[in-house]
């Protein structure tokens, strides 16, 4: 993978979150990959760690193995046309932008080419992503290597494409969902007596843990939960309160929510 060329169009906090993370876990060369952006100065961090870096996003595409689609969604007709001409069918095009189709995206670039969506967290920076992929147009060789990229940083697995919409929801709002929960705890644990910093560690600590006991043992989460619930406890009592207070259902109603912003943009 190192000898293959990257280039990442959009070099915003995905973007550059990818490319980080490629080069903190050897996966990537930083001169092997190219990363663009309007404002090049913004991108100093990683001119600094060897990575191109330019505002030409028709130059980066130019000769690149794989190419990274990590602009907004509604910038990527206008990025596909400056880049049209730089694009072979030998390109595996990467595309990270929400709801638009890999069918989509193929119809703009005018070829017939492998093209895969991918739906990575902010955590890819520090290789604990989980990525959703699917493919369109792919060999098993493509799909292998995009897959096995994306492993290096985190968890990464194929999925239909009718279903990114969904893993956007659960995986990448999702790792905002789970801060959020941080950040309750923390604030929580202020109210019982401790320092801001010190909740904050042990209320992240604590969700680490408890992803590693799903991750590691592979059981259901109610299993974990019945080892620490006993009968008149303070834990049942908790958890309790928090289900009549709409902790489920409005977790439950705020991925619905997201998913119904994608699907209709309402």
């Given at each position: 993978?190192?000898?293959?060329?990257?280039?990442?169009?959009?070099?915003?906090?995905?973007?550059?979150?990818?490319?980080?993370?490629?080069?903190?876990?050897?996966?990537?060369?930083?001169?092997?990959?190219?990363?663009?952006?309007?404002?090049?100065?913004?991108?100093?961090?990683?001119?600094?760690?060897?990575?191109?870096?330019?505002?030409?996003?028709?130059?980066?595409?130019?000769?690149?193995?794989?190419?990274?689609?990590?602009?907004k969604p509604f910038q990527l007709e206008k990025v596909i046309s400056e880049i049209?001409?730089?694009?072979?069918?030998?390109?595996?095009?990467?595309?990270?932008?929400?709801?638009?189709?890999a069918e989509k995206i193929q119809e703009m670039c005018g070829l017939q080419l492998?093209?895969?969506?991918?739906?990575?967290?902010?955590?890819?920076?520090?290789?604990?992503?989980?990525?959703?992929?699917?493919?369109?147009?792919?060999?098993?060789?493509?799909?292998?290597?995009?897959?096995?990229?994306?492993?290096?940083?985190?968890?990464?697995?194929?999925?239909?494409?009718?279903?990114?919409?969904?893993?956007t929801v659960l995986a990448a709002c999702g790792i905002a969902y789970a801060l959020?929960?941080?950040?309750?705890?923390?604030?929580?644990?202020?109210?019982?007596?401790?320092?801001?910093?010190?909740?904050?560690?042990?209320?992240?600590?604590?969700?680490?843990?408890?992803?590693?006991?799903?991750?590691?043992?592979?059981?259901?989460?109610?299993?974990?939960?019945?080892?620490?619930?006993?009968?008149?406890?303070?834990?049942?009592?908790?958890?309790?309160?928090?289900?009549?207070?709409?902790?489920?259902?409005?977790?439950?109603?705020?991925?619905?929510?997201?998913?119904?912003?994608?699907?209709?943009?309402?």
């Open positions: 993978m190192k000898e293959k060329s990257i280039a990442i169009i959009g070099g915003g906090n995905l973007g550059t979150a990818i490319a980080r993370g490629l080069i903190a876990e050897g996966v990537a060369t930083p001169s092997n990959m190219t990363i663009t952006r309007r404002r090049v100065s913004l991108l100093k961090e990683l001119s600094e760690m060897g990575v191109n870096t330019t505002d030409d996003n028709a130059l980066a595409a130019r000769d690149a193995d794989i190419l990274i689609l990590g602009v049209k001409s730089s694009i072979t069918e030998n390109t595996i095009i990467v595309s990270v932008a929400t709801g638009v189709s492998p093209v895969f969506r991918a739906m990575p967290n902010t955590a890819i920076e520090i290789g604990e992503s989980m990525t959703c992929v699917s493919s369109l147009n792919a060999t098993e060789k493509q799909e292998s290597d995009v897959v096995e990229l994306f492993s290096h940083l985190g968890k990464a697995i194929i999925i239909p494409e009718e279903l990114m919409s969904s893993a959020r929960y941080i950040r309750a705890s923390t604030q929580g644990g202020v109210e019982i007596g401790f320092g801001s910093n010190l909740a904050l560690q042990i209320a992240a600590q604590t969700v680490k843990g408890a992803a590693e006991l799903l991750i590691q043992k592979g059981n259901h989460p109610e299993d974990e939960i019945d080892k620490v619930t006993t009968p008149w406890g303070v834990t049942i009592s908790g958890l309790n309160e928090m289900e009549h207070q709409g902790f489920s259902s409005s977790l439950i109603k705020g991925l619905l929510t997201s998913y119904n912003k994608i699907e209709n943009g309402k």
